[in-house]
């Protein structure tokens, strides 16, 4: 099983940033395969979890419509930390988010790629408020 450990989360102003790291591990002993997608979702009160963006295994790159443009994903070069960068950010942003990775080797890169349902893994979350 996966590990997943957010941080960064915090209480900002509209029009300010924040960066979101999440770091991703496994129990001693197990392999880690780094080939497997990898997405940033969120959750606000009262709402279902939305996906923000997504890496697919071949590295192509999907954003949720409300964050094209202010967001962006990115990973390490090891593959063992995720982090999203967000830019411009709206009182509309609120909510917990959480990292998520799906199982080895799924291809996330259709419809469903975005999706709750195709990741097993997610960390705890770490919340972000967005003051206007």
């Known amino acids: 099983q996966v590990q997943l450990v957010e941080s960064g989360g915090g209480s900002v102003q509209a029009g300010g940033s924040l960066r979101l790291s999440c770091g991703i591990s496994?129990?001693?002993?197990?392999?880690?395969?780094?080939?497997?997608?990898v997405a940033w979702f969120r959750q606000a009160p009262g709402n279902e979890r939305e996906a923000v963006a997504v890496?697919?295994?071949?590295?192509?790159?999907r954003y949720g419509d409300s964050v094209k443009g202010r967001f962006t994903i990115s990973q390490s070069n090891a593959k063992n930390n995720l982090y999203l960068q967000m830019n411009s950010l709206k009182p509309e942003d609120t909510a917990m988010y959480y990292c998520a990775t799906a199982r080895a080797f799924l291809n996330c890169g259709g419809p469903t790629g975005m999706l709750p349902r195709t990741f097993n893994d997610w960390g705890q979350g770490t919340q972000v408020t967005v003051s206007s």
């Open positions: 496994v129990a001693p002993g197990q392999a880690y395969y780094s080939t497997r997608c």
């Open positions: 890496i697919d295994t071949d590295g192509r790159i």
